[in-house]
């Protein structure tokens, strides 16, 4: 049986809503190309303030997929 290789890549999703909306926007947009998606890992949480308000939530991803020759 042949090993398998694994191509790791750091993403940043965004949301208005929540860090959990915005990983999930990570993940789904990687999805629309790459293909065998592995595992998400969110490594950081961060916000954007504006005038002093939250405005938006960051969500920094750590994706692993199947590299396919």
Same mark, same amino acid.
């Given at each position: 049986?042949? =090993? %398998?290789?694994?191509?790791?890549? $750091?993403?940043? =999703?965004?949301?208005?809503?929540?860090?959990? $909306?915005?990983?999930?926007?990570?993940?789904?947009?990687? =999805?629309?190309?790459?293909?065998?998606?592995?595992?998400?890992?969110?490594? %950081?949480? $961060?916000?954007? /303030?504006?005038? =002093?308000? +939250?405005?938006?939530?960051?969500?920094? +991803?750590?994706?692993?997929?199947?590299? /396919?020759?």
């Amino acid at each position: 049986m042949a =090993g %398998k290789t694994y191509k790791i890549i $750091d993403l940043v =999703g965004t949301s208005e809503k929540s860090w959990e $909306d915005a990983a999930r926007r990570a993940v789904e947009t990687a =999805g629309e190309t790459l293909r065998e998606l592995r595992v998400a890992e969110v490594r %950081k949480l $961060d916000v954007v /303030i504006t005038n =002093g308000k +939250v405005t938006a939530y960051r969500a920094r +991803v750590t994706l692993s997929f199947k590299y /396919i020759r």
